[in-house]
């Protein structure tokens, strides 16, 4: 699944994505979402949250998320602490969320890389903001 979200600013109105795909590269699924005021970190991690429910919607056993945030990447994997209180209970969720899959993977990659999920997040934001 690849998975983005953020705010418009450094915080502001936020959005999330997912799009879950088959190992060939075939869509299967995709979803985006307005989440109010928010920070990026909050939103990329909402972002993954929404991608394993994609996921287990689908029935999937394994999942391989993929995000552009390396600081969620490498938090999940344990490469890096998580320190900000704000992040500790979505960590612990998308934690006990990964738990129900036999395999999983979070991997970060170059915005350039993960362009449907950055679009679904630009529209979700577009909606909610052009509707006021």
Same mark, same amino acid.
């Given at each position: 699944?690849?998975?983005?979200?953020? @705010?418009?600013?450094?915080?502001? @109105?936020?959005?999330?994505?997912?799009?879950?795909? =088959? @190992?060939?590269?075939?869509?299967?699924?995709?979803?985006? $979402?307005?989440?109010?005021?928010?920070?990026?970190?909050?939103?990329?991690?909402?972002?993954?949250?929404?991608?394993?429910?994609? $996921?287990?919607?689908?029935?999937?056993?394994?999942?391989?998320? +993929?995000? =552009? #945030?390396?600081?969620?990447?490498?938090? +999940?994997?344990?490469?890096?602490? &998580?320190?900000? $209180?704000?992040?500790? @209970?979505?960590?612990?969720?998308?934690?006990?969320?990964?738990?129900?899959?036999?395999?999983?993977? &979070?991997? #970060?990659?170059?915005?350039?890389?993960?362009?449907?999920?950055?679009?679904? &997040?630009? $529209?979700?934001?577009?909606?909610?903001?052009? #509707?006021?």
């Amino acid at each position: 699944a690849n998975v983005d979200g953020g @705010p418009r600013g450094t915080r502001g @109105p936020g959005g999330v994505a997912g799009v879950a795909a =088959d @190992p060939d590269g075939n869509v299967l699924a995709e979803r985006g $979402a307005y989440m109010g005021e928010t920070t990026n970190n909050v939103a990329e991690y909402r972002a993954l949250l929404l991608g394993l429910e994609l $996921a287990r919607e689908l029935g999937a056993g394994e999942v391989e998320v +993929i995000n =552009d #945030s390396e600081l969620v990447a490498k938090q +999940i994997s344990g490469a890096y602490r &998580v320190k900000h $209180a704000g992040l500790k @209970p979505l960590y612990l969720e998308a934690m006990e969320a990964l738990r129900g899959f036999d395999r999983w993977q &979070v991997r #970060s990659v170059r915005r350039e890389s993960n362009t449907r999920a950055d679009a679904l &997040v630009n $529209a979700a934001l577009d909606a909610r903001l052009q #509707s006021r």
